[in-house]
């Protein structure tokens, strides 16, 4: 009997003592998240395009195998027809594009230092590098001159350097995704649900860098407008990209609720932009979004080792017009971290902020269906 007792009472302690230390750790913790605006937890108004091919994956190639560690980024200089990548290691790296991916060679061109994410051409060559760590980067000379152009705006350091764009005129555009994380904590960023981000240009003869717009949530790619307008940029936990007007600092909606949460934007010079969502929208991410403490506690579980990313899923790249309007996605349930989505020629090349290689498809081969 008096074991039985002890038993009991062992049993309960065990149960109560957890759940109370746990109540504490939840209260005591200062993490704060936010409520998103009401648009972004409206997913009445999620539709998806005429066209579609779900199993992308089917089909494609892979281009550098372990070789390629995350490949977050692609930009195609079409003179030299190399893809130039960022890599987590903070390689950028050079891939020769040929017709057999067997054909391809990967070549360490220049190490930053740091994490290159968005990666674009200047007017007189020079690739310009948006690096998470380091800030706005020019690379000069084939790589024998690495030039820090600017990591902070208005006394306020850059913690997230992210995407890039080159107008005409050699103005580069970009976005700072958080003033708050960097990038090893951007998971926090997006957990905590505030508007951290800007968007941001740097006039390379004057040397000088503005704020074009503050309070964005995770400011991430950004594309110039084939006319020279206006830039495209994306709000990866809004589901949303929009449109921001150079000469009337005027912003509108371009595209909203996607039907994933959106990272680079790049034009194909073809009437279309190629919007890449490392995941879909899921259940959890629903609830996640939708009420405050889950993300909490998913963020005081990350401090203690927890993977807040692993429930991602169903990546892929949405295809639409200049007006936004949706035309075909490529998407696979089975994908995931899928950061940018480049077409050159008849393929789509697919960056990732996860696996270790370049995803290409055939676009003509494996092209996209009627909707049944």
Request: hydrophobic letters at 40%; aromatic letters at 10%.
């Amino acid at each position: 009997m008096p074991l039985v007792s002890f038993s009991r009472r062992f049993l309960i302690l065990s149960t109560i003592i957890p759940f109370l230390a746990s109540i504490a750790l939840y209260r005591l913790d200062t993490f704060d998240p936010a409520l998103l605006p009401s648009n972004a937890l409206d997913y009445s108004a999620t539709t998806l395009p005429p066209l579609s091919n779900d199993r992308l994956l089917t089909g494609a190639e892979l281009i550098g195998v372990g070789l390629l560690n995350s490949p977050e980024d692609i930009a195609y200089h079409r003179a030299s027809n190399l893809i130039y990548t960022g890599c987590v290691d903070g390689w950028v790296k050079r891939v020769k594009v040929t017709e057999s991916v067997n054909d391809s060679v990967v070549e360490d061109w220049v190490n930053t230092g740091g994490r290159p994410l968005g990666i674009a051409f200047g007017l007189h060559g020079e690739v310009i590098v948006a690096d998470a760590y380091k800030g706005l980067l020019n690379i000069s000379g084939d790589g024998k001159k690495t030039e820090l152009l600017t990591d902070e705006a208005d006394g306020v350091k850059f913690k997230l350097t992210d995407g890039v764009a080159v107008a005409d005129n050699g103005v580069l555009y970009f976005t700072d995704a958080s003033y708050k994380y960097n990038m090893r904590l951007f998971a926090f960023d997006i957990l905590e649900g505030k508007p951290h981000g800007r968007l941001l240009s740097f006039d390379p003869i004057t040397r000088s860098t503005r704020v074009l717009l503050k309070n964005l949530y995770f400011a991430n790619g950004v594309s110039m407008s084939p006319d020279q307008t206006h830039l495209v940029f994306c709000e990866t936990p809004l589901r949303r990209c929009s449109k921001y007007y150079i000469n009337e600092d005027r912003v509108e909606v371009f595209i909203q609720g996607l039907p994933g949460y959106p990272d680079n934007i790049r034009y194909d010079g073809e009437g279309h932009y190629w919007i890449a969502m490392p995941s879909g929208v899921t259940v959890l991410w629903k609830l996640a979004f939708r009420y405050p403490s889950l993300r909490k506690l998913t963020a005081i579980a990350a401090k203690y080792g927890f993977e807040p990313m692993i429930f991602m899923e169903n990546a892929g790249v949405l295809k639409v017009d200049l007006d936004g309007k949706r035309i075909a996605l490529y998407h696979d349930h089975k994908h995931s971290h899928m950061t940018t989505g480049v077409k050159i020629g008849r393929y789509l090349y697919c960056g990732s902020l996860l696996h270790s290689h370049i995803v290409r498809l055939d676009l003509l081969k494996y092209h996209a269906q009627k909707r049944l």
